[in-house]
T-cell receptor
């Protein structure tokens, strides 16, 4: 069965610093890959997705992620953190045969002033 | 209204009550989903409807009963819930099952 691992339930960075949120998946076949963000008291919002093609994917709010097949990773980055980035981030993978999303446990991003 | 809406946003119910959660999507999508989000646990998929037909039911207790009367509306009927059912219930929709999902704001359910 597929699984998704997000390293670190909490990540703290200073405002203006690089944001790196890690996501690894287990799959023998490259899946579809997603990052979602959840602000307090809200639903999940799609940040970006990878299906096919270019392995570096750009999303909303200045975030991007790179699909690395050899490392089975899809890490999320942003060059400079902003206070408004404080939220919980979820990585998800979708099996190309049944399209069911498998979710990571989430990483809470804390921005220090 | 745009996107995916859910009502009510908050619900407190006793263990013997019957209530329903409502989800409506204004995106013209063909697939709809119910998820349960509990603290410190990954998102749990409960039900999937595609073209108004239930296609997934992930071992959810029978005290949760979904209903999809048309492609825009999804309900979750609740009865005789347990305190451990307290959670955020999220509805999502997608163009079809192979496309990305769009989420509503959720209903925060507390069972007393």
């Amino acid at each position: 069965a597929q699984s998704v691992t997000q390293l670190g339930s909490h990540v703290s960075v200073s405002e203006g610093a690089l944001v790196l949120l890690r996501c690894n998946y287990s799959s023998s076949v490259p899946p579809y890959l997603f990052w979602y963000v959840q602000y307090p008291n809200q639903g999940l919002q799609l940040l970006l997705k990878y299906t096919t093609g270019a392995t570096l994917v750009k999303g909303i709010n200045g975030f991007e992620a790179e699909f690395k097949k050899s490392e089975t990773s899809f890490h999320l980055t942003k060059p400079s953190a902003h206070m408004s980035d404080a939220a919980e981030y979820f990585c998800a993978v979708s099996d190309r045969s049944n399209y069911q999303l498998i979710w990571g446990a989430g990483t809470k991003l804390i921005i220090k002033p | 209204e745009t996107g995916v809406t859910q009502t009510p946003r908050h619900l407190v119910m006793g263990m013997t009550n019957k209530k329903s959660l409502k989800c409506e999507q204004h995106l013209g999508h063909n697939a709809m989903y119910w998820y349960k989000q509990s603290a410190k646990k990954p998102l749990e998929l409960m039900f999937v409807y595609s073209l108004e037909e239930r296609v997934e039911n992930n071992s959810v207790p029978s005290r949760f009963s979904p209903e999809c009367p048309n492609s825009s509306h999804l309900f979750l009927h609740l009865h005789t819930l347990q305190p451990e059912d307290s959670a955020l219930y999220l509805c999502a929709s997608s163009r079809d099952r192979s496309y990305e999902q769009y989420f509503g704001p959720g209903t925060r359910l507390t069972v007393t």
